[in-house]
């Protein structure tokens, strides 16, 4: 690798760190590529050969940080124990512990996302396939067992968990909610759904 490459390398890792420190502080909206320059100690213009938009650097930052996570979800959930239910339960426990640690990043994240003017750069929240498979399979792991009916919507039932979890960070915005206390009510909710879904 040459020296120039090294370089760019090491300017979009700096200025990777200085957004997803200033979007988890100030937020997305406050946030300007002319601040994330400065804390990143380089020149705009080196943002701008870096990054196409801010947006950009929002769906790096969010691929960044969920990467090793997915990585040691895929590793967990072959090891889990219990009904699908309970392993479901730790599944959104796990994301809502590594999510609230920069809350205000996640929830820039989400709002972004469903922004009417979503720029064509951004990955939008929800589209990560990883964590969707992996619910997937043990959703069908759950059929297979008799724990959920054979005639259920699988695809039906991620989308409506998926919006469930996505829902409960409206307490993190407006009542600084921890993860502990959205991880209850997501294990009530999904008692709630699962009720729904034993075979008859």
């Given at each position: 690798?040459g020296v120039?490459?090294t370089?760019?390398?090491?300017t979009r890792?700096?200025?990777?760190e ?11 909206e406050?946030?300007?590529?002319r601040?994330m320059a400065e804390r990143?100690g380089?020149?705009v213009?080196?943002v ?5 938009s801010k947006?950009?650097v929002?769906s790096q ?6 990467e090793a ?9 072959k090891h ?7 392993r ?5 426990a796990i994301h809502?512990?590594?999510?609230c640690?920069?809350v205000?990043l996640?929830?820039a994240?989400?709002s972004?996302s469903f922004?009417?003017s979503?720029?064509k750069?951004t990955?939008?929240?929800g589209?990560?396939p990883?964590f969707?498979?992996m619910?997937?399979?043990?959703l069908?792991?759950?059929?297979n067992?008799?724990e ?6 699988l695809t039906?039932?991620l989308?409506?968990?998926m919006?469930?979890?996505a829902?409960?960070y409206?307490?993190?915005a ?5 993860a502990g206390?959205?991880?209850s009510?997501m ?5 709630l759904?699962?009720?729904g879904?034993?075979?008859?």
């Open positions: 690798m120039r490459e370089q760019k390398l090491e890792r700096k200025v990777l200085a957004a997803r420190d200033l979007f988890n502080e100030i937020g997305y406050e946030t300007t590529i601040a990143a380089v020149s213009g080196s701008f050969t870096t990054f196409a947006a950009e929002l930052v969010m691929d960044d940080r969920v996570l997915y990585r040691e979800l895929e590793h967990v959930a889990m124990r219990g009904s699908l239910a309970d479901l339960r730790s599944l959104f809502y512990d590594f999510e640690r920069r205000r996640f929830l994240h989400i972004a922004s009417p979503l720029d750069n990955v939008p929240y589209r990560n990883r969707k498979d619910i997937l399979h043990m069908a792991d759950g059929v067992k008799g959920v009916r054979a005639e259920a919507d039906l039932v989308d409506t968990l919006a469930v979890y829902w409960n409206r307490l993190a407006a009542q600084n909610s921890d206390h959205m991880t009510i294990d009530r909710q999904i008692s759904i699962f009720d879904l034993k075979p008859r």
